[in-house]
């Protein structure tokens, strides 16, 4: 009979241990996925590529192909093309 009773507690210990090993698994997998927007950003094409899917900070931007600078309008096509090189990006 005592050998049933330590049976049956060393079972539940163990599923309780098993249980808490994959309740802290999936804790760890949520923080890791959420921990992802707050990494520093390596290169200027990862932050143009961030900037651009919209993970950071969740910025929506529209495509407005109409400039005006000095009351004149330009197209995309009149806009001169900067190096990627030479931007910076401030936050």
Same mark, same amino acid.
């Given at each position: 009979?005592?050998?049933?009773?330590?049976?049956?507690?060393?079972?539940?210990?163990?599923?309780?241990?098993?249980?808490?090993?994959?309740?802290?698994?999936?804790?760890?997998?949520? $923080?890791? =996925? @959420?921990?992802? !927007?707050?990494?520093?950003?390596?290169?200027?094409? +990862? $932050?143009? =590529? @961030?900037?651009? !899917?919209?993970?950071?900070?969740?910025?929506?931007? +529209?495509?407005?192909?109409?400039?005006?600078?000095?009351?004149?309008?330009?197209?995309?096509?009149?806009?001169?093309?900067?190096?990627?090189?030479?931007?910076?990006?401030?936050?």
């Amino acid at each position: 009979m005592l050998v049933i009773i330590i049976l049956s507690i060393v079972l539940a210990v163990s599923i309780c241990i098993v249980c808490i090993f994959f309740a802290t698994a999936k804790y760890r997998k949520m $923080q890791r =996925s @959420r921990d992802v !927007s707050n990494q520093p950003l390596n290169s200027p094409d +990862e $932050q143009l =590529s @961030r900037l651009r !899917s919209g993970v950071a900070g969740g910025m929506v931007s +529209e495509n407005n192909p109409n400039y005006e600078f000095g009351g004149n309008t330009f197209s995309e096509r009149d806009l001169k093309t900067i190096p990627r090189e030479t931007i910076t990006l401030l936050q």
